[in-house]
T-cell receptor, first 111, second 115 residues
Framework: SQQGEEDPQALSIQEGENATMNCSYK?????LQWYRQNSGRGLVHLIL?????REKHSGRLRVTLDTSKKSSSLLITASRAADTASYFC???????????FGKGTMLLVSP | NAGVMQNPRHLVRRRGQEARLRCSPM?????VYWYRQLPEEGLKFMVY????????ESGMPKERFSAEFPKEGPSILRIQQVVRGDSAAYFC?????????????FGAGTRLSVL
């Protein structure tokens, strides 16, 4: 079964608003990563948060991780039309190289 | 520094034919991962390879699918006797070393259509 499950499945907002996406997972993890996929393209890594970290920032991105609830959130502040894409969380197990992806949240940012 | 290169970008095959998908990892990367993505779905892990070795093929169907990463040349994902259900986007990713904290760098994918 899927390790990561994103919520919501789809999100539609206006430029300038903030977008929040959530990810839940089932088993213990070493780290959690967020990726973006533009339509018809490959995935691009956004940010990685380790299991011993609670929050991380990168530009307009803010990621939180709550290992007790097995959940993570990705916040995009001051969204732009160019942020329109699908966003996936992926979990990595300790000492293991493969990642397990969720089904993604499709974000639409309207001008 | 070229990224992960996949070819072809689009591949059309008739049922029963063979499909060969190629992936050249980023320069200096010796770890390759193949994923399959169905429409409206996330990526499903298929196989993880290092040069000349299959490390984890737990996501590969037992029949008709095989993968290799030879000492020289690209990694190849081979699907024999394709069926309509094989239609999907196949993505390759590479990383410089093992360990799940490594970022994976993805290619643009190969979209396989089986008629």
């Amino acid at each position: 079964s899927q390790q990561g499950e994103e919520d919501p499945q789809a999100l539609s907002i206006q430029e300038g608003e903030n977008a929040t996406m959530n990810c839940s997972y089932k088993t213990s993890i070493n780290n959690l990563q967020w990726y973006r996929q533009n339509s018809g393209r490959g995935l691009v890594h956004l940010i990685l948060i380790r299991s011993n970290e609670r929050e991380k920032h990168s530009g307009r991105l803010r990621v939180t991780l709550d290992t007790s609830k097995k959940s993570s959130s990705l916040l995009i502040t001051a969204s732009r039309a160019a942020d329109t894409a699908s966003y996936f969380c992926a979990t990595g197990d300790s000492g293991y190289s493969t990642l397990t992806f969720g089904k993604g949240t499709m974000l639409l940012v309207s001008p | 520094n070229a990224g992960v290169m996949q070819n072809p970008r689009h591949l059309v095959r008739r049922r029963g034919q063979e499909a060969r998908l190629r992936c050249s990892p980023m320069k200096g990367h010796s770890h390759v991962y193949w994923y399959r993505q169905l429409p409206e779905e996330g990526l499903k892990f298929m196989v993880y390879l290092q040069k000349e070795n299959i490390i984890d093929e737990s996501g590969m169907p037992k029949e008709r699918f095989s993968a290799e990463f030879p000492k020289e040349g690209p990694s190849i994902l081979r699907i024999q006797q394709v069926v309509r259900g094989d239609s999907a986007a196949y993505f390759c990713a590479s990383s410089p070393r093992e360990g799940s904290t490594n970022i994976q760098y993805f290619g643009a994918g190969t979209r396989l259509s089986v008629l």
